[in-house]
């Protein structure tokens, strides 16, 4: 069974720059997340999506920072401008529906974003 | 607010000796607490869970980890430290809320193993 699989791996760009990055999540697995790991640190929650639906995003900075998912299966974070605190790791994640998982998530490899 | 604390942010150990990460936690009700490993560029890789029943949890690699409820501790162990067990190690907890739920992290511990 294929994991959660993400591109691109890395991404250099320079500041007020566009960038998005993909995600495809494990199959059937509802839900889907987006972290973000900034260097020495632990992973945060950026948004949570059940299906199609962003239930928390309550910490994406939605002045420059977007995603989707609009069909419940691979999803897309944006960013724009990037700003040089962009720079750090952007990791994808899902889990199956919530009334049949005992909690453990399932990551990808992770975007490392370098904003210069 | 929920949250889990890793006090110590590396861990120097032998190869062959025992080793053990710390991890304390604050939740409200029963804590589902994980386990996770990451690798130099790489994701994190599950390690192990406890949801309820016995306190001793045992996981891949040969890890396990020792869930005591009145010292709110999850504390990862292995009798013997590999050289290979080198790498980032975080404790998390289990929030659910808003139909599902998500982990919170804490910050690491970075695990050394020398020959």
């Known amino acids: 069974e294929a994991g959660v699989v993400q591109s691109p791996r890395y991404k250099i760009i320079e500041k007020k720059q566009p960038v998005a990055f993909w995600c495809n999540p494990i199959?059937?697995?509802?839900?889907l997340y987006w972290y973000r790991q900034n260097l020495g640190q632990g992973p945060e929650l950026l948004i949570r999506?059940?299906?199609?639906?962003?239930?928390?995003d309550s910490q994406l900075p939605k002045d420059r920072f977007s995603a989707e998912r609009l069909k419940g299966v691979d999803s897309t974070l944006k960013i724009q401008p990037a700003e040089l605190g962009d720079s750090a790791v952007y990791l994808c994640?899902?889990?199956?529906?919530?009334?049949?998982?005992?909690?453990?998530?399932?990551f990808g490899e992770g975007s490392r974003l370098t904003v210069l | 607010a929920q949250s889990v604390a890793q006090p110590e942010d590396q861990v120097n150990v032998a190869e062959g000796n025992p080793l053990t990460v710390k991890c304390t936690y604050s939740v409200s009700g029963n804590p589902y607490l994980f386990w996770y490993v990451q690798y130099p560029n790489r994701g994190l890789q599950f390690l192990l869970k406890?949801?309820?029943?016995?306190?001793l949890v045992k996981g891949s690699y040969g890890f396990e980890a020792e869930f005591n409820k009145s010292q709110t501790s999850f504390h990862l162990k292995k009798p013997s430290a590999l050289v290979s067990d080198s790498a980032l190690y975080f404790c998390a907890v289990r929030v659910l809320y808003n139909q599902g739920g998500k982990l919170i992290f804490g910050q690491g511990t970075e695990l050394s193993v020398k020959p």
């Open positions: 994640a899902s889990s199956p529906n919530v009334h049949s998982s005992t909690g453990e998530l399932f």
């Open positions: 999506y059940e299906n199609e639906e962003a239930v928390d």
């Open positions: 406890y949801i309820t029943g016995d306190n």
């Open positions: 199959s059937g697995h509802n839900t």
